[in-house]
């Protein structure tokens, strides 16, 4: 059974930090590609970031770029998620995805979803 756990979400203060984790199980984490995807209420759902397991490709959306750093530990079947100088525009429920195609993570197609954790960034 595939299953995708987000943790560390939370409220933070804009210019704070937070790390989320994504803790995988019931497939080959090493070949697949794993991303974060966002969404705020009455927005649509944004990507955030996606990796490659197999070759090692990074995707980062240009609002977080420079902010955000994802990372993969693959003894530990978990992807993490650094975000510093957060924004209140940062605010959403973040997602994490999986897929063995690094397209299908990039189009919004992943095979596979978490239930989401809430980030709040506000003052």
């Known amino acids: 059974q595939v299953q995708l756990v987000e943790s560390g979400g939370s409220l933070a203060q804009p210019g704070g930090s937070l790390r989320l984790s994504c803790q995988a199980s019931?497939?080959?984490?090493?070949?697949?590609?794993i991303g974060w995807f966002r969404q705020a209420p009455g927005k649509e759902r944004e990507e955030v970031v996606c990796?490659?397991?197999?070759?090692?490709?990074?995707y980062y959306g240009d609002s977080v770029k420079g902010r955000f750093t994802i990372s993969r530990d693959n003894a530990k079947n978990t992807v993490y998620l650094q975000m510093n100088s957060l924004k209140p525009e940062d605010t959403a429920i973040y997602y994490c995805?999986?897929?063995?195609?690094?397209?299908?993570?990039?189009?919004?197609?992943?095979?596979?979803w978490g239930q989401g954790t809430q980030v709040t960034v506000s003052s």
């Open positions: 995805v999986a897929d063995d195609t690094f397209a299908a993570v990039r189009t919004s197609r992943a095979e596979y």
């Open positions: 990796a490659s397991g197999p070759d090692g490709r990074i």
């Open positions: 019931g497939f080959p984490f090493d070949y697949y590609t």
